[in-house]
C-alpha cells in the first residue's frame, strides 16, 4: 500500500484517485478549488459521470480517501492539472504543472515517485519537472523517481476506459518506470506500455494529433464530395470495408479540451509541421463551411431565425468546452441570423438554452451541430405548426432522414447532396 497525494481534482484527477483509494491505496486528494473540496467533504462529487459516485462512496467506506487543500508528505504524487493552451503563443501553458511541482517541493522525501498524468510536451519531465522538484534540494534519479503516465480516457465513458484501456508508462530512469507500472496495475487492466518520459509525453500527444489530422482528411472528403454532388457518408462506409482504411466522420469542426489543442502542444517546437498545421486549419474552418451551407438553404429569407441542435463538443455529455457550436453561432449573427438553442446535455452556457419548443418556435431552419442520440429518435411531427420554414441541415448525419423529409422538411447534410 502507497499513501499516494493527488494534485488536481477533475475529470481525470478525482477518478483517479478514487480508482488508487478503492485499490488498496491511502489516497490524499488536493484541489486549490475551495468549492470541490468542500462538496467532496460533503461526501458529493463536483461533477457527474456513470459510476463516479459510487466510487466516492466506497472510497469514504473504505477511509481510504479525503479531499484537502494543502499538499502533504507521501510516498507518490500524481499531478493531473489542467494544462491550458496559450493561444497567442500557440503553445502549451505549464503554469499549472508548474505550480502543483511547486507545492510538492516542500514535501519531496528521498525514494518519493511523482508521477505527471496532464498532458505536456516532449521534455517537459526532463527539463522543467526536474528543475523545480530540484529545488528541494534532492536530486532527480538518485534520490525521487519521476514519470509520465498520461490519461487516455475518453469524457463520457471515464471510468471504464480508465480501468480497461492500455496505459503508456514512461519513467525518467528505468526505475521510475518500474514503480510506476506497479502502482497503476493496482487496478488497470489493460496492458501497460513501459517507455521513457520524453516517449511517453510525445506518444500522448501523437494520438489527439493523429486523430485531428484523420478527422481534417474526412472533412476535406466532405467538401469535395459535395463539389461531386456524392454522398460521403455512403463513400465512407464502403472505402472502410477496406482492412487497411479507417476514415472518421466529417462535422462541424473539433471541440473538446485535447484534439484541437495537443498539436500545437506537439509542434510548438518543431521545425516542419505543415500537415498538422494544415489540418488544424481545415476543422477549424469546418463552422464557415456549415454557415455557408445553411445560408443557402435559408437564401431569400431576411434575418433567417436558426435553431441549433446541440452545443456540447460531441454527443450525449454536457461539455461544451472548445465546442465548434460557438463559432458557428458567432459567425451566424455576425451574418444576422437569430439563433436560438436547444441542447438535451447542457444546462448552462454561454448563450442561453432553451426548452425544445421555444427554441424551434418561429424557427427557419434547424441546424445539427452535436450527435446526440435524442436527435436520431426524435419525431419531426412534434414540431409541426412551429417552424414557419421547414429546413433542416444535418452536421453530423444523425437524423432520420427519410422521417424528415416525409414530414415535409427540406433536409440538408455535409457531404451529401
Ligand atoms: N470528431 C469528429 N469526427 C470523428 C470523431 C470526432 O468530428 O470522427 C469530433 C468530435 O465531435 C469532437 C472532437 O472531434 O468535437 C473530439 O472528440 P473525440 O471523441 O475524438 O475526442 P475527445 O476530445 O473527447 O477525447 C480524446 C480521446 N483521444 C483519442 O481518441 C485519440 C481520448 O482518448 C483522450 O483521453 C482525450 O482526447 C484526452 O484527454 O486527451
Not at 478503492?22 to 467532496?40: A, K, P
Not at 461533477?47 to 463516479?52: A, D
Request: glycine share 6%.
Amino acid at each position: 500500500m502507497s499513501k499516494i497525494c493527488v494534485l488536481g481534482l477533475g475529470y481525470i484527477g478525482l477518478p483517479t484517485a478514487l480508482l488508487f483509494a478503492n485499490n488498496g491505496h491511502e489516497v490524499v486528494g488536493v484541489d486549490v478549488n475551495r468549492r470541490v473540496v468542500d462538496i467532496l467533504k460533503t461526501g458529493k462529487m463536483p461533477f457527474e459521470e456513470k459510476g463516479f459516485q459510487e466510487l466516492l462512496d466506497s472510497a469514504l467506506e473504505k477511509k481510504a480517501f479525503r479531499a484537502e487543500s494543502f499538499v502533504e508528505e507521501a510516498d507518490v504524487f500524481l499531478v493531473a492539472v489542467p494544462t491550458p493552451f496559450d493561444s497567442e503563443m500557440r503553445m502549451a501553458d505549464l503554469k499549472y504543472v508548474i505550480s502543483a511541482c511547486e507545492m510538492i517541493v516542500p514535501h519531496l522525501r528521498k525514494g518519493n515517485l511523482v508521477i505527471i498524468e496532464s498532458t505536456i510536451p516532449p521534455k517537459t519531465c526532463d527539463r522543467q519537472v526536474k528543475q523545480i522538484l530540484e529545488n528541494s534540494g534532492l536530486k532527480m534519479c538518485e534520490d525521487f523517481c519521476v514519470s509520465h503516465c498520461p490519461e487516455r480516457a475518453i469524457p463520457g465513458n471515464t471510468l471504464h476506459e480508465m480501468v480497461y484501456n492500455d496505459r503508456v508508462i514512461g519513467g525518467v530512469n528505468e526505475k521510475s518506470t518500474q514503480l510506476t507500472a506497479d502502482l497503476y496495475s493496482s487496478f488497470v487492466k489493460g496492458d501497460l506500455h513501459l517507455t521513457t518520459s520524453t516517449t511517453a509525453e510525445m506518444i500522448k500527444l501523437m494520438e489527439n494529433t493523429s486523430r485531428d489530422v484523420n478527422i481534417a482528411l474526412a472533412n476535406e472528403f466532405a467538401q469535395i464530395a459535395d463539389d461531386y454532388g456524392i454522398n460521403v457518408w455512403e463513400a465512407i462506409e464502403i472505402a472502410n470495408k477496406h482492412p487497411r482504411v479507417n476514415i472518421l466522420k466529417p462535422g462541424p469542426g473539433v471541440g473538446g479540451h485535447c484534439i484541437a489543442i495537443d498539436p500545437w502542444f506537439l509542434t510548438e517546437n518543431a521545425n516542419n509541421s505543415s500537415l498538422i498545421m494544415m489540418s488544424r486549419q481545415i476543422n477549424d474552418s469546418m463552422p464557415q463551411y456549415v454557415l455557408k451551407m445553411v445560408k443557402k438553404m435559408v437564401a431569400g429569407i431576411e434575418n433567417p431565425t436558426i435553431t441549433v441542435f446541440g452545443v456540447a463538443y460531441k454527443g450525449d455529455i454536457a461539455d461544451t468546452r472548445a465546442t465548434p457550436a460557438k463559432k458557428f453561432i458567432k459567425l451566424a449573427e455576425k451574418e444576422g441570423c437569430k439563433v436560438k438553442i436547444y441542447d438535451p446535455f447542457v444546462r448552462e452556457w454561454c448563450y442561453p438554452i432553451m426548452g425544445l419548443e421555444e427554441a424551434v418556435e418561429g424557427s427557419d431552419c434547424i441546424v445539427v451541430l452535436t450527435d446526440h442520440s435524442e436527435f436520431r429518435e426524435m419525431d419531426p411531427r412534434e414540431l409541426y405548426g412551429k417552424m414557419p420554414g421547414l429546413n433542416i441541415f444535418d452536421s453530423r448525419n444523425v437524423i432520420n432522414e427519410e422521417l424528415w423529409g416525409k414530414a415535409g422538411f427540406n433536409v440538408r447534410n455535409i457531404g451529401k447532396k
